[in-house]
């Protein structure tokens, strides 16, 4: 009688938080090839490939994507394929926030599409992240407005079955230093606390103030992660060795 091995360890639901999120709830976003998916363009730059991607889901993301695409690929650690171009790398940190203390801001307002441009205009001048023209429909963004400018920003990227990523968290530069991106934290993680869910949320491992705000706030780090980019070939190749990611 042969003796089992032992089983596998279950990957948690944030272990690959784009896949799941566009096979939950946010699949109504979600556009497929195969087992490839992505959220549309103009909504998040973020895509998913499964856990074990083979050479028919590259190809199928090479599709997807077209030659010469930048993609990014959220937390992937594999083998990229020899003829992609890796366009960046680098370290970054995940974490949870099940011990935060959240509570809504009576100076924070919600935001909706009529303000997304002044959204955007802050976003490019604090580069949080990535946000599109069609970001705020993943979730609810807060704000804080002051003599009617926008100086800052919250908000829900991400959303895997029981979380969602805060996202988006970005201050004037002249309004620095008076703790508006803690309550928009801490608003935004009671209003997906309302739902039933955890907040998370994802930064550089080099990033050590950002760090030590979101551990002061009750975030723990989960897992280091890593943020990478790769180039779509012109053309395929065949019959290369992939090359590994650090």
Known sequence: ??????????RHVLDNPALAALTG???HFAERRGRVLR?????????????DPDAGDWADLAALA?????????????AVPADWEITFQFEGVQLVGEGVVAAP???????????????????????????????????????VRRDGALIAV????????GWTE???????????????ASRLILAVAHGIRERGESPFLHTGADNTNAIRLYESLGFRVRRRTPFLAARVPQRLGEG???VPVA
């Open 1 to 10: 009688m042969t003796t089992p091995g032992p089983r596998p360890t279950p």
């Open 25 to 27: 709830p946010h699949a």
């Open 39 to 51: 959220y549309p363009l103009d909504v998040s730059p973020w895509l998913a490939l499964p856990d």
């Open 66 to 78: 077209g030659p010469g695409a930048e993609v990014p690929l959220l937390g992937f650690r594999g």
């Open 105 to 143: 801001d009576p100076e924070a307002i919600p935001l909706g599409p009529a303000d997304v441009s002044e959204i955007l205009d802050l976003v490019a001048r604090t580069r949080p992240g990535p946000f599109e023209a069609r970001t705020i429909e993943l979730g609810t963004y807060l704000g």
């Open 154 to 161: 919250s908000g829900e990227r991400l959303r895997p079955p």
């Open 166 to 180: 805060i996202s988006a968290v970005c201050t004037d530069p002249a309004f620095r230093g008076q703790g508006l």
């Open 240 to 242: 290369r060795e992939a």
